[in-house]
């Protein structure tokens, strides 16, 4: 709130601070602050801020707008707000890490949230669904760094960045059950579909191919859970800074509902991997079946997972694996 439109601004302050401390304590109710310790660390410091400004600056009254102390006195009041970060900040809120971003195909276009509400209508489940655009989203540094004012600085010092994609390494060989998923599979297809490895996966149906991962990669994220952070619980930052800073606005529903206390937590996909090397109308990665370069008619019933806990015959079998992965004749993927 702007303290300039403000009748009386030594009251306005008093009443912001007033708002503050009860939100924090409302959030401290909970043993963990509902794993909003942060947001409850903002509220309290920025009132302390606005507490020294009033003993400081502001009493009997606040300075005579338009005036040499008034210039002063606003000017430390916006630091003392900016302490509470209310909606996130100069920067906006940042929840699962969406942030104002390009919107494909062109990579350095300004970052806008376009991509998030210019839906596209996919088939998913037999049913007609909308998503939000392709996006590089900020975590790319060279697109952060084309706009400093949106996100961080970017100090330039002599560490490998820009990374240079790795092509001379050819002979990676990657050997699998299938079971590979998520960050799994995003980290193996995309280099097994450039041609920069082997595959080779062994178990089930004997001498049938069978898909190098099970499925996709991406981000999920927990709408709410008895313990850790939740969706749920990061929107309750947007919820307290609309009561302390904007208590006259009313929001017509409320924003997110808790999920039934005999749920554990409920999570949901946020965002897939579209394997780049198929092109750029490529699908999602769990529309396609990729083959591996050799399938191995081996199976066990043994989870090869943790070395050191595997038995000597279970050694033994990976041991056999690990062999004959290694006679294989690189064989990178080709499309056809």
Known sequence: PRLSD????????????????????????SSDSFGRVRKVEQLQNSS??????????????APRKETDEWI????????????????????????????????????????????????VVKVH?????????????????????????????????????????QTKLRHIKYLSDGTCGSTCSVSSSTPYLEGLSTFV???????????ITSFNGGNSATYQAQEGDSLWKMALDSFVDAGVFYPESKPPTYPFLPIPLNLDSASFTQRAEYPR??????????????????????????????????????????????SATAAKVPRPFVQT
């Open 72 to 119: 002063e006195f606003d000017g430390l009041y916006k630091q003392c707000v900016a302490l509470a970060k209310p909606l996130g900040g100069s920067r906006g809120m940042h929840i699962m890490g969406y942030a104002p971003s390009n919107k494909y195909p062109k990579q350095m276009s300004p970052p806008t949230w376009d991509y998030y509400t210019s839906t």
């Open 125 to 165: 489940g037999g049913t007609n669904r909308k998503f939000s655009s392709m996006a590089f989203l900020h975590d790319c540094k060279g697109y952060a760094a084309a706009y400093p004012k949106v996100f961080d600085d970017i100090n330039l010092a002599s560490d490998p960045w820009p990374y240079p994609p």
């Open 6 to 29: 403000a009748r009386d601004p030594r009251q306005e302050i008093v009443n912001l601070i007033h708002r503050m401390d009860r939100a924090s304590q409302s959030l401290t109710t």
């Open 48 to 61: 302390a801020c606005l507490q020294t400004l009033i003993l400081k600056f502001g009493t009997p009254s």
């Open 201 to 211: 996966t062994f178990g089930g149906v004997k001498d049938e191919p069978m898909d």
């Open 277 to 322: 090397p198929l092109g750029p109308k490529a699908l999602p990665r769990e529309w396609y079946l990729v083959p591996a370069s050799y399938h191995l008619n081996m199976w066990t019933s043994s989870d090869l997972y943790y070395y050191d806990k595997l038995s000597a015959s279970e050694r033994s079998t990976l041991y056999e694996l690990y």
